[in-house]
């Protein structure tokens, strides 16, 4: 079945290697997406919402974890839309937080194809 991604980070140069690495990891996008921050992607998820979503942590305007929970308390559209966190940051407490609002899993960096299959592979069915 064809999925569509969202890529949301602040930093373009990481949102290309995060693109580069999807590619490298073998997962298959019909449509890909990208945003600089969390009110950004919102505004487009809003019309045209997508299967799976790579999220940074540290944004300016709207961060990653204001993202998760607006998404998931306000935007019935993205009910399906699986949201996973990228961040360096990597304490339990973040992560667990996030996960409690609604966000689906989480990568920490440094990351590797391998662990983007790893961990994206089960929402590809
Ligand atoms: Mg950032």
Redesign the pocket.
Known sequence: MSKSLMIV???ATMRKIIMRTVRMSGLEFERTEEAGNGAEAIEKLKTAPVDLVLC?V??PEMSGLEMVKKIRTELKICEGTKIIMVSTESSQELIDGVIADGANGFITKPFTPEKFQEKLTPFMN
């Open positions: 980070d602040d930093s940074d540290n944004m």
